[in-house]
């Protein structure tokens, strides 16, 4: 099979950590066979996404493709400027709000399959007959490791208590909320640390989620936000509010909590985690979400979504 993947959201050389997630679908995609090529649309400007459908033609021209599978809307949009293949977008969370959400409920109509991250997601879109598709966490990079040899390697004393956020500063990311129930925390208890990963090479992030105590999160809002997962994976215990499918990932699992979007509750149940001193035992829970579990998955809806295509296509056209 041959899929051509179009997406805005793809690591570059200026934007090295944007769109991982959607990188590393495609990698584990390619390791179960499937043939990937990647039109990346650099989101900076405008008129690319109007280049960008010129490059899509000149693609489909060029190679013969069994479907197209964009990541989030605004590439939707540019995979459907043409009929002659089939068409799965995936919604990655924030395009099922705002002015991207009209576009997707616009686009859902004209396209072959649609697929969200995540059950609030799907609930707030309201779209029907939609396929849940989270994104997958790489459980060969992410997976625990000794929490002082990986001190070592950071530079970190051994005594001190750290709190976790790896990600962008960005205002729907709620680092206010963060530090200041670090704040709280440390008024309590002297002995922790705020650790904000922002520009982290990703294949040093275990090496940070295996040094820390905790992991906390209190995002605005999230699809399936997969470092959540990435630290489960590392058995890091985690400490976030309730967006995107963090609730239903972390249920059941040990030493994690769900806490309201203030900085009080969410330093109660960090200092509940720092006093039990315990890792989690995530790990079983992200091997369900593993990179190559979604590739599977993905693959069956390119197959569901061809055999639907060649039924419609063997139908007896009406005279």
């Known amino acids: 099979m041959r899929v051509l993947v179009v997406t805005n959201m793809y690591p570059s050389e200026r934007k090295p950590y944007q769109g991982i997630f959607v990188r590393e679908s495609v990698d584990a995609l390619r390791s179960i066979g499937v043939e990937v090529d990647v039109l990346a649309i650099d989101n900076s400007s405008k008129w690319n996404y109007l280049l960008a459908v010129f490059r899509l033609w000149r693609m489909i021209r060029a190679?013969?493709?069994d479907l197209i599978h964009a990541h989030y809307?605004?590439?939707g949009w540019i995979a459907r400027m043409?009929?002659?293949l089939p068409v799965v977008?995936?919604?990655?969370g924030s395009d099922t709000k705002g002015h991207e959400g009209w576009f997707l409920r616009r686009l859902y109509p004209l396209v072959d399959a649609v697929t969200i991250t995540s059950k609030q997601n799907q609930?707030?879109?309201g779209l029907t007959d939609t396929y849940l598709l989270p994104c997958g966490v790489d459980v060969e990079l992410f997976k625990p490791m000794d929490q002082t040899e990986a001190r070592r390697i950071l530079g970190w004393e051994t005594s001190r208590k750290k709190m976790l956020y790896v990600g962008r500063e960005s205002p729907g990311k709620r680092l206010d909320i963060i530090?200041?129930?670090h704040a709280i925390v440390a008024s309590r208890r002297g002995d922790t640390d705020l650790v904000i990963a922002s520009a982290v090479p990703h294949e040093q992030v275990p090496v940070y989620m295996n040094a820390a105590d905790v992991f906390v999160f209190a995002s605005e809002s999230e699809g399936a936000p997969v470092v959540i997962k990435e630290a489960l994976a590392c058995n890091l215990p985690v400490v976030s509010v309730d967006v995107g499918d963090v609730r239903e990932v972390i249920e059941g699992v040990e030493n994690c909590y769900?806490?309201?979007r203030n900085a009080e509750s969410m330093a109660e149940a960090v200092l509940r985690v720092l006093q039990s001193a315990k890792r989690s035992n995530g790990r079983r829970v992200a091997l369900e979400y593993s990179t190559a579990q979604m590739a599977q998955r993905t693959l069956q809806i390119y197959k569901a979504v061809l055999s639907s295509a060649g039924a419609q296509d063997e139908r007896p056209k009406s005279s």
């Open 82 to 84: 043409q009929f002659a």
């Open 179 to 181: 530090k200041e129930a």
């Open 73 to 75: 809307v605004h590439s």
């Open 123 to 125: 609930q707030r879109i």
């Open 89 to 92: 977008v995936t919604s990655h």
């Open 258 to 260: 769900i806490c309201d």
């Open 63 to 65: 190679k013969s493709y």
